[in-house]
T-cell receptor, first 114, second 108 residues
Framework: ETGVTQTPRHLVMGMTNKKSLKCEQH?????MYWYKQSAKKPLELMFV???????ENNSVPSRFSPECPNSSHLFLHLHTLQPEDSALYLC?????????????FGSGTRLTVV | SQQGEEDPQALSIQEGENATMNCSYK?????LQWYRQNSGRGLVHLIL?????REKHSGRLRVTLDTSKKSSSLLITASRAADTASYFC????????FGTGTRLQVFP
């Protein structure tokens, strides 16, 4: 375990479903991130939160909705997804925003949209 | 937008051999980081090298950075089957941007 826990590990959902991905860290980090990893593509940064405030939203479709209720928890709410949204969704955290530190990643949620 | 690009895309070696992976990037950086990913799992931070450093070691890992050429290399010495994984470089301005990675296969 890295200290960043993601649930569920696997998720299969229909295009009309609503589901949520959860990420939890107890490392005392102040920044949290969502990345999407699709086959044969670089990791895509989706959202950045620093001290519970969203500081970056990389033109992600509105069917993905993040939520950061406190510095230890990060959610990604999903609704009316498309098959091309099937991917590995990775959560990461770092001591502060910015890249002077290494990021700690969770094991990811493997999402399949059918 | 992709910042780091790893080369080669795939590498197969025998146990005991050294593995070298390269990374090129486009813009000025504060530091460059290398990560490892076992199949279908999360990424693990291996090493961070700052822009004013030229070489860094961590166990069997050796990283070099040439800011004039905007390139970095990761050397794994005396490789083991357990080193089989994908390796990514990640560069930053204000956020980490990853490349597509090098898939390393180490045969026993």
């Amino acid at each position: 375990e890295t200290g960043v826990t993601q649930t569920p590990r696997h998720l299969v959902m229909g295009m009309t479903n609503k589901k949520s991905l959860k990420c939890e860290q107890h490392l005392g980090h102040n920044a949290m991130y969502w990345y999407k990893q699709s086959a044969k593509k670089p990791l895509e940064l989706m959202f950045v939160y620093s001290l519970e405030e969203r500081v970056e939203n990389n033109s992600v479709p509105s069917r993905f909705s993040p939520e950061c209720p406190n510095s230890s928890h990060l959610f990604l709410h999903l609704h009316t997804l498309q098959p091309e949204d099937s991917a590995l969704y990775l959560c990461a955290s770092s001591p502060g925003q910015g890249t002077y530190y290494g990021y700690t990643f969770g094991s990811g949620t493997r999402l399949t949209v059918v | 937008s992709q910042q780091g690009e790893e080369d080669p895309q795939a590498l197969s070696i025998q146990e005991g051999e050294n593995a070298t992976m390269n990374c090129s990037y486009k813009t000025s950086i504060n530091n460059l980081q290398w990560y490892r990913q076992n199949s279908g799992r999360g990424l693990v931070h291996l090493i961070l090298i700052r822009s004013n450093e030229r070489e860094k070691h961590s166990g069997r890992l050796r990283v070099t950075l040439d800011t004039s050429k905007k390139s970095s290399s990761l050397l794994i010495t005396a490789s083991r089957a357990a080193d089989t994984a994908s390796y990514f470089c990640a560069t930053n301005t204000d956020k980490l941007i990853f490349g597509t990675g090098t898939r390393l296969q180490v045969f026993p």
